[in-house]
């Protein structure tokens, strides 16, 4: 079965622009998660969908970013305007349980100059 | 607050046994997690305990005592390309994982 992917693998942006971050979890899978590392620190989570409805967002940073599962398919999560503290790695995970094993995509590495 | 331990780095040689430490604070628990992740690139699934109690898969074993919020991840027969970064992470609420900072394992010849 194909697995987690994430697009783009690598986007560079400046400070103020927007960037689009698309995750596509594995079929069937209705739990999907972003998660964010930030160079030298944990993998952070940041929220998680139950097929399109918002489960917890309780680690969305700001105001500035937003996530969107249409369809309770493929996700995207959206910053606008980018800071530079938001340079990092954004993965994203899907499960068809709650509990146990998360398939993590390959992640996009966001730098904000 | 909500936070987990595990040692930076740990260095060992091919052929030999390591073990990788885990201590968690949590007011919520329900399992906890390891993770192998190369290079910085996606984070593999390597075990879960929901129960205390080692769990066996291959040369890789993990162990849980919730009454003491600890955990372990052992690896055996060790060779080079065990050598990445592990992560424990545990879940309590709705399934998000809650990530310790990460061991990097050094195999050396």
């Known amino acids: 079965e194909a697995g987690v992917t994430q697009f783009p693998s690598h986007s560079v942006i400046e400070k103020g622009q927007t960037v689009t971050l698309r995750c596509d979890p594995i079929?069937?899978?209705?739990?999907l998660y972003w998660y964010r590392r930030v160079m030298g620190k944990e993998i952070k989570f940041l929220l998680h969908?139950?097929?399109?409805?918002?489960?917890?967002e309780s680690g969305m940073p700001n105001n500035r970013f937003l996530a969107e599962r249409t369809g309770g398919t493929y996700s995207t999560l959206k910053v606008q305007p980018a800071e530079l503290e938001d340079s990092g790695v954004y993965f994203c995970?899907?499960?068809?349980?709650?509990?146990?094993?998360?398939?993590f995509g390959p992640g996009t590495r966001l730098t904000v100059t | 607050g909500q936070s987990l331990e595990q040692p930076s780095e740990v260095t060992a040689v091919e052929g030999a046994i390591v073990q990788i430490n885990c201590t968690y604070q949590?007011?919520?628990?329900?399992?906890l997690s390891w993770y192998q992740q190369h290079d910085g690139g996606a984070p593999t699934f390597l075990s879960y305990?929901?129960?205390?109690g080692l769990e066996e898969t291959g040369r890789f074993s993990s162990f849980l005592s919730r009454s003491d919020s600890y955990g372990y991840l052992l690896l055996q027969e060790l060779q080079m390309k065990d050598s990445a970064s592990y992560f424990c992470?545990?879940?309590?609420?709705?399934?998000?994982?809650?990530f310790g900072q990460g061991t990097e394992l050094s195999v050396k010849p």
């Open positions: 995970a899907s499960s068809q349980v709650l509990r146990g094993k998360q398939y």
């Open positions: 079929s069937g899978h209705d739990n």
């Open positions: 969908f139950v097929k399109e409805s918002k489960q917890d």
């Open positions: 949590t007011s919520g628990f329900y399992g």
């Open positions: 305990n929901a129960l205390d």
């Open positions: 992470a545990f879940d309590n609420q709705g399934g998000k994982l809650i």
